[in-house]
């Protein structure tokens, strides 16, 4: 039961099979986001082929309640419309999206795109200002500007290994990875669907 036919996919084989090799979902998963993407309106063949950010994040109660869940899609999304602030999202996003959150993605992927994710003027380092940026994000209006300048710059000191005042994907990397497993079970999100 609840099972799919080979003469029912509701997807092209080779589409299935390179959406599986290119992510660490098990096909089963794939058919199932498939089928909640269609619920959302969103095709794989046809038009519509996106689904809005804001659609999506009302849809899936775990990123609905996550802070961060407008910056999340916008990491992922195709499309984005600078006017709007929204996003549009394709079903290989989608799946792109679940699979770095899946518990069984490497932890070196989840660095790479929470180093994106944390990379707020998208210019592949993270500044100050990107720093000062996330920490607000974080702690909302509770502090001083000048506290969150000061919390940046002691963050810089702790991570900017070549001082040049930008931390790369390699030096994220690196102090994530110090920070051992923790990490990982916290850049995850069960997607309850």
Not at 96 to 105: K, L
């Amino acid at each position: 039961m609840g099972g799919v036919c080979r003469g029912q996919l509701p997807m092209k084989e080779e589409d299935l099979a390179q959406l599986e090799q290119h992510s660490f979902l098990k096909r089963g998963e794939i058919l199932k986001l498939y089928k909640f993407w269609r619920r959302l309106g969103g095709h794989y063949y046809e038009e519509p082929r996106i689904v809005l950010s804001n659609r999506l994040i009302e849809s899936l109660t775990n990123l609905e309640v996550n802070p961060w869940a407008a910056r999340i899609c916008f990491i992922f999304a195709s499309e984005r419309d600078a006017l709007s602030g929204l996003c549009s999202l394709t079903f290989d996003d989608f799946v792109t999206m679940v699979s770095v959150f899946h518990f069984r993605t490497p932890i070196e992927l989840k660095y790479l795109w929470a180093f994106k994710l944390y990379d707020f003027d998208n210019d592949g380092i993270l500044g100050l200002s990107d720093v000062s940026q996330c920490v607000r994000f974080i702690v909302g209006p509770t502090m001083s500007d000048k506290e969150i300048r000061e919390i940046s710059q002691r963050l810089f000191l702790e991570t900017d290994m070549n001082n040049d005042q930008s931390i790369t994907a390699a030096e994220f990397a690196n102090v994530m990875h110090k920070l051992g497993t923790m990490f990982g079970s916290k850049f995850s999100i069960k997607m309850v669907i």
